[in-house]
């Protein structure tokens, strides 16, 4: 705190003893103020940067796939173990960016928009986007497990990830998340993935598994001491061995 200064009990100036003759004063002059010149520099305090970016990215690709020609963009980015097998590993993350029509696409970013809400300014952007590609890559790995030579796509593994990280940080700090909207959300969103045909069963599983195994670390209450680099040292952990097993 600011030290407060000490004064005497006069006033400062102290008042002049009048002449015999005073002259008035002479009237003041009108002054103008010059405006203060702030600084146009403003930092970004922006708490939801990442999610933000991915939404645009995706939504970026998907209508530059319907520009450029939806059946070739997708067969450049989509996964299948064919393609690992000659070598093209970059697909394990482009398949995450790929969508099959707009429903596809839209469902995911809207699911996305809300998550980042919730979760990154919670736990910082890059520990948000850590757990988004862990599980992206965790999905990957899932898809290439049970369904090695079909043609897989989209953001939802990455996106089951964050939602199961988000389950598992309510449940432990007390919440039930099935009375929650987050809870209900991913029930909801496991129900329809094992009863509609041609969803990613391994995609959206893996990505929560591994979602879940980040969000246990980084989302701990604080009661238990977690060290700082362990939470960023965890998703990194979890990314690589899904790329193991991707490649195995």
């Known amino acids: 705190m600011p030290k407060k200064r000490r004064t005497n009990s006069v006033n400062f100036p102290p008042p002049q003893v ?3 003759n005073p002259t008035p004063p002479p009237p003041p002059r009108a002054t103008t103020r010059k405006p203060l010149q702030r600084n146009s520099y403003k930092p970004n305090n922006n708490p939801f940067v990442f999610s933000n970016a991915i939404i645009a990215i995706n939504l970026g690709l998907f209508v530059w796939s319907q520009i450029s020609g939806v059946d070739r963009f997708q067969y450049n980015m989509f996964l299948s173990r064919v393609f690992l097998d000659n070598g093209e590993w970059y697909r394990l993350v482009s398949a995450g960016f790929v ?3 707009l429903f596809h696409v839209a469902m995911n970013m ?6 980042g809400r919730m979760l990154e300014p ?9 757990i988004y590609f862990a599980s992206l890559l965790a999905g990957s790995a899932g898809a290439l497990l049970l369904s090695p030579t079909a043609f897989t796509g989209g953001a939802s ?10 389950v598992v940080g309510m449940r432990q700090h007390g919440v ?3 009375k929650t909207g987050l809870g209900m959300t991913f029930a909801i969103n496991i129900v329809l993935t094992l009863a509609i045909p041609g969803i990613s069963i391994g995609g959206h599983f893996g990505g929560a598994l591994a ?3 980040c969000g246990f670390v980084i989302l701990a209450p604080t009661r238990i001491k977690i060290p700082e680099f362990f939470q960023y040292a965890t998703p990194i952990l979890v ?4 790329i193991y097993i991707s490649l195995a």
């Open 211 to 213: 979602g879940a195994l």
């Open 122 to 130: 919670a736990i910082g952007s890059t520990k948000f986007a850590l």
């Open 157 to 166: 593994g990455a996106v089951f990830g964050i939602m199961a990280a988000g």
């Open 99 to 101: 969508h099959f029509g």
């Open 18 to 20: 009048p002449s015999q």
């Open 110 to 115: 809207f699911l996305l928009f809300q998550l």
């Open 239 to 242: 990314g690589a061995a899904a």
């Open 176 to 178: 039930n998340p099935l």
